[in-house]
């Protein structure tokens, strides 16, 4: 299981670089009742297993009025199959239905506190967090049925209600850290 990191309050924004070529910032990303921020990989089998559960949450996040992006922070050098190449074979083919973001320095990695893949954020429309956890119970296999954590919170706050107090902490892959720092 993961360190967990500082909780930030509110969404830090961005600036970065998606699968088909745009550059987006937190404002881009975001729904008229907020967002969720996922920092996702291709490689890791915890993204691999819960991926079509995701594709489908954006979705029916989307027609909610919530935004949502995942970001892929690793480290490219040591784990080419992360690599912004990699990243949009894996948006092309798959179908995302968001945009798959590109942190090639981890400093949005840093400021959101993401600790590991998938580790799930979740914004109302004043960018204030309201959810971090997990997107259910799945592991590194989907579990059919399993309560949708992410989307019943994220669903409250579209609707005007809070989003539940009682969150569980994301599980996955370690972030595969730069060695050297940038620059």
Not at 71 to 98: H, K, T, V, W
Request: charged share 25%; with cysteine; hydrophobic share 40%.
């Amino acid at each position: 299981m993961a360190e967990r990191h500082e909780t930030i309050a509110t969404a830090p924004d961005f600036l970065l670089t998606a699968t088909d070529g745009r550059t987006l910032a937190y404002a881009d990303i975001a729904g008229p009742k907020g967002a969720v921020v996922v920092f996702m990989c291709n490689h890791c089998p915890y993204v691999k297993a819960v991926l079509d559960l995701m594709i489908r949450d954006a979705r029916e996040l989307a027609r909610l009025g919530i935004g949502f992006a995942g970001i892929c922070s690793n480290d490219q050098e040591a784990y080419p199959e992360d690599g912004f190449p990699a990243m949009q074979r894996l948006a092309r083919d798959q179908g995302l239905p968001f945009p798959y973001l590109h942190d090639p320095l981890q400093q949005v990695a840093r400021a959101y506190g993401a600790v590991c893949t998938p580790d799930f954020f979740g914004f109302d429309a004043a960018r204030r967090l309201v959810y971090r956890g997990r997107l259910d119970a799945s592991r590194t296999t989907a579990i059919p049925g399993a309560r949708r954590e992410l989307f019943e919170a994220m669903r409250a706050v579209a609707e005007g209600r809070p989003a539940p107090e009682e969150q569980v902490q994301a599980i996955g892959c370690a972030i595969k850290w730069r060695r050297v720092p940038p620059g």
